[in-house]
C-alpha cells in the first residue's frame, strides 16, 4: 500500500516536471520562430542597439506595474509599445544621434527601473527573473499570452513580408512605388515591441536582443534569399532553445543564459563550416 | 495641362531650417523629352528631384503632375546591407507585381547574366543598370535619375547615357537626369537646367555651356573645353548659396539664357 502510494506520487511529480518542461519548450519554440524572420529585419535595419533599448526600457514598466499593482503582462506590453512610440519619435526629430540617443535611453530607464524595484516593497521580487529569464516558471495562463501574441506579430509578419522587405531595401523607392514607408516601419517596430515584451519571460531583459540577431546571423551564411534567411533563423531559434532548455535541465544551468549560449555555439559552428566555393 | 506635359512646377521654393535650399524653380517636363540638370555639390539637385518625385513638399510654389503619372526613380546609389541576401531578380520583383518579365527587362539593360547574381556584390556599374531597370519595371511615364553614372568608368558612362537615350526613344517617356556635367550628357539632352539654388540659366546645351553664368559656376577652365568664352563673374555665392554683391538679373522673364552683364 504505502509502496503503490510512492508511486503514484512519483508518476504525478514526473507528469508536473514533464508538463513544466513541455511549457517552457512551448513558450521558447513559438518564441523562437516569430523571433528569426523578426530579427533578420534586425540585422539587415541594424536595429540591434534599438532592440536593446526596447528591452531595456520595459524594465521600467515592469518596476512601474508592481509599484502600482498593475496585471504584469498587459504592463510589459504597454510600456514596451509606449517607449517604441517615444522612440520613433525621437528618431524622426533627429535632436541627436541616434545611437546617443538610444543609450541615453537604454541606461537610464533600466537605471530607474532597478530603483523603482529596490523601493517597491509589496511584493517579493525576483530580479534575475526580469533581468536574465524565468522561463522555467512559465505557467498555463503564461503560455497561452505568449503563444496568442507571438500567433498575431506572425501572422502580421507574414501579410506585410514583401511590404517590410521594399522599404528595408530602399525607402525612398519604396515611397514612390506606393509606400506608405514611415507607417511600415513603425508597424515593424510595434512587432518588435511585442516580442520584447513576450519574450522577457524567456531569456529577460539583458539578453533578448541576442534571440533577436544570433539566430538570425547565423541563418545568412546558408541562405541566398530573404525568405530563406528567415526560415533559418527560425530553425536556429528552436534549436538553441530545445538546446538551452536540454543544458538546464540536465546541468541545472539558468534557462534563459543557456538558451543564448546555445545559439552562440551554432552560430560559430555554422561560421567555421567551410563555404562551397563562391556562394 | 497640355496633354503631353508630364509635370509643371511654378516657383518652388524650399527652406530647411531656415537655409533656402531652392528658390523661384519653374519647370516643365514633356513625354519624350530629356531634360538635364546640371550643378555644383549642394545646388539643391537632389532637393529638386524629391520634390519632383513627391517626396518633398515645397514650402513655396506649386507642383502639378499629369493624371495617373508613373515615375520611375533611379536614386543615386543604393546600399544593400551584406548581411541581406538578395538576387538581382528579386530586387527587381520587390518593386511590382509578381508578373513582372524580369528577362526582358534585364536584356533591355544589357545585363541578363546577372538575374541570379547577389545585389550586395554588383560592382557600381552593374549596380547602375540593375537600378535603371528598377525604375523602368513599372513602365513609368516619367523617369527620374539621380546622377546615373555615378561611379562608372568614363567608358561605362558613355554607354550608360547611350542606354537611357534608347530607353527615351523605346518607351516615349521623359527623363529627367541629374548631372554633374555636361561634357557625357550633351549629345541627346533637349534642356539642361544649370541650377544653384536657382535656375541660373536653361535651354538648349550649346547655349547653356556659353551661358556665363554656367560658366561661372563651373569655372573656366572646365568650361573652356567646350567653348572658347571670356567673361566676367558679377556674382558669386558665399557658403551657403546667398549671392554676394550685385544680384543676379531676372531668371524668369525669358526663356532660355541670360546675360550677367
Redesign the interface.
Known amino acids: 500500500m504505502v509502496r503503490l502510494v510512492a508511486i503514484t506520487m512519483q508518476t504525478k511529480e514526473l507528469i508536473t516536471m514533464a508538463d513544466f518542461v513541455l511549457y517552457a519548450l512551448l513558450a521558447g519554440i513559438s518564441i523562437a520562430v516569430v523571433a528569426g524572420p523578426l530579427g533578420c529585419f534586425v ?4 536595429m540591434s542597439y534599438f532592440g536593446d533599448t526596447l528591452a531595456h526600457s520595459s524594465l521600467l514598466g515592469v518596476a512601474l506595474a508592481i509599484l502600482l499593482n498593475l496585471q504584469m503582462q498587459v504592463a510589459i506590453i504597454g510600456s514596451c509599445l509606449a517607449f517604441a512610440a517615444l522612440l520613433l519619435l525621437l528618431e524622426k526629430k533627429q535632436a541627436l544621434a541616434t545611437d546617443t540617443l538610444l543609450g541615453i535611453i537604454a541606461h537610464s530607464t533600466l537605471a530607474f527601473g532597478l530603483m523603482v524595484l529596490s523601493i517597491s516593497d509589496r511584493v517579493q521580487v525576483n530580479l534575475n527573473a526580469f533581468l536574465f529569464g524565468d522561463l522555467l516558471t512559465v505557467t498555463r495562463s503564461d503560455l497561452f499570452w505568449i503563444v496568442s501574441c507571438c500567433l498575431v506579430c506572425g501572422v502580421v509578419l507574414i501579410l506585410f513580408w ?1 511590404r517590410f ?2 522599404i ?3 525607402r ?6 506606393g509606400l506608405a514607408a514611415d507607417r511600415l516601419y513603425a508597424l515593424l517596430v510595434f512587432l518588435i515591441a511585442i516580442l520584447i515584451a513576450v519574450a522577457m519571460k524567456i531569456v529577460g531583459v539583458l539578453l533578448i536582443t541576442s534571440l533577436l540577431i544570433i539566430p538570425a ?1 547565423a541563418a ?1 551564411r546558408v ?4 525568405e ?2 528567415a526560415l533559418g533563423a527560425a530553425i536556429a531559434g528552436c534549436l538553441a532553445v530545445m538546446g538551452g532548455l536540454g543544458l538546464s535541465y540536465f546541468w541545472d544551468t539558468p534557462a534563459g543564459p543557456s538558451i543564448v549560449a546555445t545559439a552562440f555555439v551554432l552560430f560559430i559552428v555554422v561560421y567555421l563550416k567551410p563555404t562551397s566555393g563562391k ?1 | 495641362m497640355d496633354r503631353d506635359l508630364l509635370i509643371k512646377a511654378r516657383g518652388i521654393g524650399v527652406n530647411f531650417e531656415g537655409r533656402q535650399i531652392l528658390s523661384h524653380i519653374d519647370l516643365e517636363i514633356f513625354q519624350g523629352q530629356l531634360v538635364t540638370l546640371i550643378g555644383p555639390n549642394g545646388a539643391g539637385k537632389t532637393t529638386l528631384v524629391k520634390v519632383v ?3 518633398l513638399t515645397p514650402d513655396e510654389g506649386q507642383m502639378e503632375r499629369a493624371q495617373g503619372l508613373k ?1 520611375g ?1 533611379m ?1 543615386q546609389k ?1 546600399f ?2 551584406p ?5 538581382v531578380e ?2 527587381l520583383k ?3 507585381p509578381s508578373a513582372l518579365d524580369v528577362g526582358t527587362l534585364l536584356e533591355e539593360v544589357r545585363i541578363s547574366h546577372l538575374l541570379k547574381q ?1 545585389v550586395s556584390r554588383l560592382s557600381g556599374g552593374e549596380m547602375q543598370r540593375v537600378l535603371l531597370a ?1 525604375a523602368l519595371s ?1 513602365k513609368p511615364h516619367l523617369l527620374v535619375l539621380d546622377e546615373p553614372a555615378q561611379g562608372v568608368d568614363v567608358n561605362g558612362q558613355i554607354e550608360l547615357y547611350e542606354l537611357i537615350n534608347i530607353i527615351r526613344a523605346d518607351h516615349n517617356c521623359g527623363v529627367l537626369m541629374v548631372s554633374h556635367d555636361l561634357h557625357l550628357v550633351m549629345a541627346g539632352t533637349d534642356e539642361v537646367i544649370c541650377l544653384n539654388q536657382h535656375i541660373c540659366c536653361h535651354g538648349k546645351p550649346e547655349h547653356v555651356s556659353t551661358d556665363p553664368a554656367y560658366l561661372a559656376l563651373f569655372g573656366r577652365r572646365e568650361a573652356e573645353t567646350l567653348a572658347v568664352y571670356t567673361h566676367h563673374h558679377n556674382h558669386s555665392h558665399d557658403i551657403k548659396g546667398a549671392i554676394i554683391g550685385e544680384a543676379c538679373c531676372d531668371h524668369h522673364a525669358d526663356k532660355g539664357t541670360h546675360n550677367h552683364g
Open positions: 540585422v539587415w535595419r541594424r514583401k522587405l521594399a528595408t531595401v530602399h525612398e523607392l519604396a515611397m514612390i512605388e546571423a545568412r541562405s541566398n534569399t530573404p530563406q534567411m556562394r | 518625385l513627391g517626396l515615375i526613380y536614386p543604393l544593400v546591407e548581411t541581406l541576401p538578395l538576387t528579386r530586387f520587390l518593386a511590382s547577389q528598377r513599372r
